[in-house]
Structures are given as C-alpha cells and as structure tokens.
T-cell receptor, first 112, second 113 residues
C-alpha cells in the first residue's frame, strides 16, 4: 500500500501564476519530507524539504507547507516559469530508518 | 553533480535471461539504493544497502537480488528477467546523516522482451 500519495497525475499552469502540488502520507512515523524534480531522461534532483517540527519552509520561488494533523504537504511555486515543467515527486522518511518513500509524481506543465 | 554512474544506460534483453545493473559512486557514502520508476507507481524502492555486505529489502524486492562487496559499487541482479521488470532503474546514494543529500544517478532503461 502506497504510504505517500500524489493524487494529481498532471497539472497545467500559466506562466507567472502559482503552481500548487499536493501530497498526502499515511505513516505518522515520517518526520522529514522532500520534493524532487525530474526532467525526462534524467535522475530526480532534490528541490526543497521540510522537517516535521516546522509547518513551512521557503527557498526562493519554492515553498513547502506541512499540515501534520491532516498528513498533507504541498509545494507552491510562485511565479511559475516554463523551465519548471517537469515531474515532481514527494518523498518521506523517518529518523528511525534510512528508507525514502516516494509518491507517484505530478507532471507540471507551465504554459508560456 | 554527485559522483554516481549507472551502467548500462540502456539494455534490451529477453525473458528468462539474467541481467545485472551496476551503480558506482565516488562519494564514499554509506547508503545506496535501487529504485524503479513506472507510470502510475512513481519511484519504488527495490533494495538498499547500509554498508559493505549489509543490504535489506524494499517495497518491491521479489525477483531481484543485490550485492555490495565494495563501498563504491552496488549491483542489482534480475536472476531471470520477466516482462514486468521492464522499467527505468535508478540508483541513489545518501550519507545517512543529511536527509537532503539523497542523490540519484541518471537511470538505466531496461526492456525485457
């Protein structure tokens, strides 16, 4: 059973607007969450992360929000740029192990 | 770029043949992982290693075995390949102390006909 879920397989956004990508998890032992970005024919690359002791982390145009009670996190990209078009994976891990669990990914298309 | 090399980058093989994929790192990281990426399933962990000769199963380990005889090399073996193992395989490495530093290789596209 998938412990990390991304229920939107795809998302299209106009350039300059906000992109919001969502992720849900089921395991309450997870205490660290990450977002990865993946271009075709390349490996995923780390984008931004958040610890369970925080509810927000910001890095430039990227902000991740964590709602522990709802077991939900979201990635906001503002403003969206055509170069942001990629597949975004949400991942989770815990400090009791070193396994990283990934969601199914959301394909973001930013329309110029 | 993290020093991860996967080989081969592409492979086509026939059902029932053995296949070995190699992951080589130059970072001396303790943890190494094998993931497969499939449409609708995202990235799923096959096996991982937390040191030389120390390995453990992931979510989808059936039909796969791994070996790590040196810190820098992590091998994934399909003893008898099946069409359901057609996938893109990614190796990843981690120091284990900084969760942000999970680095991925460029992947191996494997087709089992």
């Amino acid at each position: 059973d998938q412990q990390v879920k991304q229920n939107s397989p795809s998302l299209s956004v106009q350039e300059g607007r906000i992109s919001i990508l969502n992720c849900d998890y089921t395991n309450s032992m997870f205490d660290y969450f990450l977002w990865y970005k993946k271009y075709p024919a390349e490996g995923p690359t780390f984008l931004i992360s958040i610890s369970s002791i925080k509810d927000k982390n910001e890095d430039g145009r990227f902000t991740v929000f964590l709602n522990k009670s709802a077991k939900h996190l979201s990635l906001h990209i503002v403003p969206s740029q055509p170069g942001d078009s990629a597949v975004y994976f949400c991942a989770a891990t815990s400090n009791t192990g070193n396994q990283f669990y990934f969601g199914t990914g959301t394909s973001l298309t930013v329309i110029p | 770029d993290a020093g991860i090399t996967q080989s081969p980058r592409h492979k086509v093989t026939e059902t029932g043949t053995p296949v070995t994929l190699r992951c080589h790192q130059t970072e001396n990281h303790r943890y190494m992982y094998w993931y497969r990426q499939d449409p609708g399933h995202g990235l799923r962990l096959i096996h991982y290693s937390y040191g030389v000769k120390d390995t453990d199963k992931g979510e989808v380990s059936d039909g796969y075995s791994v070996s790590r005889s040196k810190t820098e090399d992590f091998l994934l073996t399909l003893e008898s390949a099946t069409s359901s193992q057609t996938s893109v395989y990614f190796c990843a490495i981690s120091e284990g102390t900084d969760y942000e530093k999970l680095f991925f290789g460029s992947g191996t596209q494997l087709s089992v006909l």
